[in-house]
């Protein structure tokens, strides 16, 4: 019987069946060999908030100068990604590492990265080479920096860098997750997510189509955003965000218009269950009426442990189907592919996204379909919404039920292909005048005309049924917009109503009632909370106690780990035991701190903590500088979403009694797209730079905690007006308007 990666083995198991890999190298293009030529000719300009303008004369300068500014601004979370990209995330951090260390082995995304690097097109290839370089260059021009691990880039990293960032989110947002081996911080990834709305100019007082980007992801670790601003001669004019490591942007816009994602459940992955029955041979599996052999093979991993680095060695299999992934209770082997997994190629379709100068030209990128998941939001100059559910799915056998493990030996269950972009939900330009996701079903996107259920196959959409509350508070107030100036389209972005109190403490309110009647003690415990929520307009406010004993009993009734839309089984249907989970949160506040009494802001804070990889070491200090905050939870219906510490993973510890932010509005912009232009407000939840030392490490903290944008710089003109420091790559100050 195959072993499941994770269990150990001993070189002796290895198998001559391994796959051979043969590295077919490329040399770096030639024009890029010369990193000093390429850093000479691109200029970073850095405005007031510190975030990069990068300007040069080709796309690859600007790519070149883009790896730069990241590694300038953070380069310990930029090769930390790369890391985890390599496969070599144990070596650095120890078992915490390991779990996401035997997913890229068990999915050769190193090797093979590396060997089909060669075989993309040139210009492809040229991008990367100039993002490799730019780290690179980054690291000949600061020889203090100490690379923990990675000396030097190679252009294939960026390629394996992708593949795993999406074999990372894939592994945690698909059915996957019931079958594979667990996943660090389950929870912490529970609460990610995203808010995107887009409106036509039919509801804004100027006729502008506006936009929101809002995603929700950790904090700290891999998924924290960068903002950047990139414009070339070559046409390349963009300014959003992305990961770190990244060398285009997952969300932004460019002159003419602009896009945002949120996380969906496509159903893009499947598992097979695997029959290896042959009565001699364990390496052989049944398919139909035959046997195929799987291969398998034996790697390496490098765990740091006590200081001290141990190599393991580790037996992977893998089937037609995939690699091995897991095992059930009574022995089953079971196998799992990810749709588009290795068709995760950078610039491809993100640069002519980036590139696209209408609606037609940015569907037409749409329609590669690389990106394995997502939903995405548009809108643009000409007046264009749009909305489509995203993702790579397989065309499969109805008669199946795929949304459990398939029998892998029935040629019946093998993928017929891919559903192109046509054959997805999807609206453009609604009669609602808009269109809105917030990680919820795409049949209810807008309030008249949504995709039909009905018209597509069943397997389509793992969270067809999933109309979460933040979906609904967006359509509530979508559909009240009327004439909305760009100014209330912001400020409607930081709305704190609390969709759960407005539309349940009705229902509890006759609940005391009738609780009075029938248990008269019961009804004095509650009364006195109840009625302070009664009397609250439903806003989380700085000073709100109401807004505090609301989460507290949102929490104690729905769970404290995540709080889901489901109630916790002990409170299901027992209207007098959710009340009674009203006092034993309030009794829980006191306990902690002395009071249940609590203004919001006061134990609702924003504090950063430097070069933390794994959430689980975040250990934040009360007595250290922070800042209130008024973000509430998502499956509340609060659109400034917001999840604290201990809430979410975080055990509370003696010394700590505030509660921090961990995941929520990572990056936070709205998009005016309007016939004479594109213009913008944004901002980073901490601010751009990751050195604790930087003016730009907390700057941006006191906007989310102000509930206030900064200005994009993005005409041209005015960046060199408003830049605050100019320079090439490596070189000393250039002069700029601000400081003459």
């Known amino acids: 019987m195959p072993p499941v990666p994770g269990e150990a083995t001993s070189e002796e198991m290895s198998s001559p069946e391994a796959p051979q890999i043969r590295i077919a190298r490329s040399e770096p293009i030639a024009e890029l060999s010369d990193a000093e030529k ?32 990241q590694a300038e601004d953070f380069f310990w979370q930029v090769e930390d990604n790369f890391i985890l ?26 090797q093979r990265s590396e060997r089909e690097f060669a075989g993309f097109n040139r210009e492809t290839r040229e991008l990367c080479d100039a993002f490799a370089a730019g780290l690179n260059y980054y690291l000949k021009t600061h020889p203090d920096v100490e690379p ?53 100019g039919e509801r804004t007082a100027t006729g502008e189509v506006m936009l929101m980007a809002n995603p929700h992801l950790p904090w700290f670790g891999m998924a924290q955003m960068y903002e950047a601003h990139l414009h070339s001669d070559e046409g390349l004019h963009i300014t959003g965000a992305t990961l770190f ?45 035959e046997y195929r052999k799987a291969r398998q093979w034996t790697d390496t991993i490098r765990i740091k442990s006590g200081g001290q680095i141990t190599e393991k060695p580790y037996v992977f299999t893998e089937t037609h189907h995939g690699p091995v992934v897991g095992r059930e209770a009574h022995g089953t082997v079971l196998t799992a592919q990810i749709s588009g997994l290795f068709d995760a190629v950078p610039f491809s379709q993100g640069f002519a996204m980036a590139k696209a100068t209408n609606f037609e030209e940015f569907r037409a990128a749409l329609g590669r379909l690389q990106m394995p998941m997502m939903n995405i939001l548009y809108g643009d100059r000409a007046g264009n919404i749009f909305y489509l559910y995203g993702g790579k799915v397989p065309r499969r056998d109805p008669q199946f039920d795929w949304s459990k493990p398939v029998d892998g030996s029935d040629p019946r269950t093998e993928w017929q292909g891919v559903h192109a972009i046509d054959d997805l939900p999807q609206l453009l330009n609604p009669p609602s005048g808009y269109v809105q996701n917030c990680n919820s079903s795409p049949f209810t996107t807008t309030e008249d005309v949504n995709p039909l259920r009905a018209d597509f196959p069943a397997y389509m959409a793992e969270d067809a049924d999933d109309d979460k509350r933040r979906a609904k508070r967006s359509r509530q107030m979508l559909g009240e917009m009327k004439d909305v100036t760009f100014d209330e389209f912001q400020l409607a972005m930081f709305d704190t109503e609390v969709y759960w109190a407005k539309t349940e403490l009705p229902k509890y309110k006759q609940a005391l009632e009738k609780l009075r009647q029938t248990d008269p003690q019961a009804a004095q415990r509650v009364a006195p909370y109840l009625e302070v929520l009664l009397e609250w307009d439903g806003r989380i406010e700085r000073d709100s106690v109401a807004a505090t004993l609301c989460e507290a009993w949102y929490e104690t009734i729905y769970g404290s780990e995540y709080p889901g839309e489901s109630l916790k ?44 990889a794994d959430l689980l070491q975040i250990r934040f200090q009360d007595a250290q500088p922070s800042l209130p905050s008024t973000g509430g939870h998502g499956p509340m219906g609060v659109i400034l979403t917001q999840y604290y510490t201990p809430s979410i993973y975080i055990p509370l510890v003696v010394s700590q009694r505030k509660r921090y932010g961990v995941v929520g509005a990572t990056y936070l912009a709205a998009w005016a797209f309007g016939p004479d232009g594109v213009r913008g407000t944004s901002l980073i939840n901490f601010g751009a730079s990751g050195n604790p030392d930087s003016p730009h490490y907390f700057d941006q903290a006191s906007l989310l905690s102000d509930e206030q944008l900064k200005p994009i710089l993005f005409e ?3 960046v060199l007006a408003k830049a605050v420091k100019a320079y090439h790559p490596g070189g000393a100050p250039l002069p700029v308007a601000s400081g003459q």
């Open 148 to 200: 923990r691990l990675i000396k030097h880039f190679e252009p294939w990293h960026v390629l394996a860098f992708h593949r795993q960032i999406a074999l990372e989110l894939c592994f945690r947002y698909t059915r996957l997750s019931d079958h594979h081996l667990p996943r660090e911080n389950p929870h912490i990834w529970a609460a990610a997510g995203s808010n995107a709305w887009a409106v036509s």
């Open 569 to 612: 089984p002990q409170y299901a249907g027992d209207l007098a035991a959710q009340l009674e989970g009203l006092v034993t949160a309030a009794k829980r506040l006191r306990s902690v701190h002395g009071s249940w009494e609590l203004p919001y802001g006061d134990i609702h804070r924003l504090q950063r903590q430097p070069y933390v």
């Open 716 to 718: 041209w003109d005015e």
């Open 85 to 110: 990209s390599l496969g070599r995330y144990a070596e650095i951090h120890g078992g915490r590492g390991l779990n996401s260390d035997l997913l890229n082995r068990a999915y050769r995304i190193t």
């Open 245 to 289: 490591g990244s060398p285009i942007m997952s969300v932004g816009h460019n002159e003419h218009l602009g896009w945002t994602l949120t996380i969906n459940e496509p159903d893009i992955a499947d598992v097979w269950i695997e029959k290896f029955d042959h009565p001699s041979d364990p390496l052989l599996y049944r398919y139909g009426d």
């Open 38 to 69: 390429l850093a000479a000719s691109v200029t970073i300009y850095r405005d007031p908030w510190g975030v990069p303008h990068i300007h040069g004369s080709t796309d690859k300068s600007v790519i070149f100068g883009f790896a730069y500014a």
